[in-house]
C-alpha cells in the first residue's frame, strides 16, 4: 500500500480548508480554481486508496489471478473526476470572471501566509511520493505504479498552481489587484488538471486493456538463452503494478536434442528467482508452449 496516497489524503485536506479560508477572505478566481484542485485531490486520493485496498483481495475461482489491475480501474476513475471537477470547474470559473470582473482587493499577509504554509505541506507530500517512487530511474521505470505517479502529478501541478497563485498575491500587494490577470491563471490552472487528467487516463486505459514488461520479456530470454541455450520468444502480462503472468513459446527447431523436460519446471522457478533479484518484480506463473507432440510440463 502506497504511504504517499495515506499522507496526501491528510495534507490535501488540510491545504483545501486552508485556500477556502484564503478565496473566501479574498474571492480571488485564482485561490478558486486551487480550492476546487485540492478538493478535486482529496477526492482522487480517496478513490486511488479504494483502488489499493481492493487490489489487496485474494483470488477467486472467477479471478484466479486476484484484483490486481482495480488500482487501475479506480486510478482511470480518479483522472476523469480531475476532468470533470478540477478542470471544468477551474475553467468555467476564470471565464466567468473574465466576463463580469468584481472589485477586488489586495492579498493579505495572513492570505500569503497560508498559500505559503499549504506550499510546504504540498512539497512534503511531493517528497514522499518521490522518495516511493525511487527518484528519476524509479520514475523511468515505474509506469506501472500509476497511483504513485498520480500522487506525483497532482502534487507537482498543485505547487505550480500555488506558485501562481503567490505571483497573484504578490502582484496586487506590490503593483495593485489585477482581476483580469487572476482569472486567466485560473483558467490557466484549469487546463493543466485537464492535461493530466488526461495523461494519467490514457495510462490506465493502456494497462487495463493488457501490457506486457518488455524489460521483464528481454530479462527472461537472456536468462533461459544463458542457463539453457535456447532461444525464446517471451510475451508477459501485467495483474499488477509488480506482478506479472509469464508465456514462454520455444520453436521446434531451437529445442537441443538433448534438452531435460523433466526440468522445465526447475527452469521456471529459476526464472521467477532470477527476475525477482534483477528487477523486484514477481512471476506469478510461468506457461511453456512447446511444439505439437511435445510432452512436458506446461505450467510453473
Known amino acids: 500500500m502506497s504511504k504517499s496516497v495515506s499522507i496526501s489524503i491528510a495534507t490535501n485536506s488540510i491545504i483545501m480548508c486552508t485556500k477556502l479560508f484564503a478565496f473566501v477572505t479574498t474571492g480571488s478566481p485564482t485561490l478558486f480554481a486551487e480550492t476546487v484542485h485540492s478538493a478535486t485531490d482529496v477526492i482522487n486520493q480517496v478513490l486511488l486508496k479504494v483502488g489499493e485496498v481492493k487490489a489487496q483481495a485474494k483470488s477467486t475461482a472467477k479471478h484466479p489471478f486476484g484484483f490486481g489491475k482495480e488500482r487501475y480501474f479506480w486510478a482511470l476513475v480518479s483522472s476523469i473526476s480531475v476532468l ?44 514522499t511520493a518521490w522518495g516511493e517512487i525511487g527518484g528519476l530511474p524509479g520514475l523511468k521505470a515505474g509506469r506501472q505504479k500509476t497511483t504513485i505517479l498520480a500522487v506525483l502529478l497532482e502534487d507537482a501541478v498543485a505547487l505550480l498552481g500555488i506558485a501562481l497563485t503567490l505571483f497573484v498575491a504578490f502582484w496586487s500587494r506590490l503593483v495593485g489587484p489585477a482581476p483580469n490577470m487572476d482569472a486567466a491563471i485560473s483558467i490557466g490552472i484549469g487546463i493543466l488538471l485537464g492535461v493530466m487528467a488526461l495523461a494519467l487516463a490514457r495510462l490506465n486505459k493502456e494497462i487495463l486493456i493488457d501490457v506486457s514488461d518488455v524489460g521483464v520479456n528481454a530479462e527472461v530470454a537472456r536468462v533461459v538463452k544463458v542457463r539453457s541455450g535456447i532461444d525464446i520468444d517471451v ?17 521446434p527447431h531451437d529445442i537441443p536434442q538433448d534438452f531435460d523436460f523433466a526440468r522445465i519446471n526447475a527452469v521456471g522457478e529459476m526464472i521467477k528467482q532470477d527476475i525477482a533479484v534483477k528487477t ?15 510432452k512436458g510440463a506446461v505450467a510453473s
Open 235 to 251: 510475451a508477459s502480462s501485467l495483474i499488477d503494478a509488480d506482478r506479472c503472468l509469464l508465456f514462454i513459446h520455444i520453436s
Open 280 to 294: 523486484g518484480k514477481v512471476i506469478d506463473h510461468v506457461y511453456w508452449q512447446f511444439p505439437p507432440g511435445t
Open 84 to 127: 470533470f471537477l478540477g478542470c471544468g470547474a477551474s475553467i468555467r470559473h476564470g471565464i466567468e470572471a473574465l466576463l463580469h470582473q468584481a472589485p477586488s482587493e489586495p492579498f493579505s499577509i495572513p492570505t500569503i501566509a497560508l498559500l505559503v504554509f499549504a506550499g510546504c505541506l504540498e512539497a512534503y507530500t511531493f517528497h
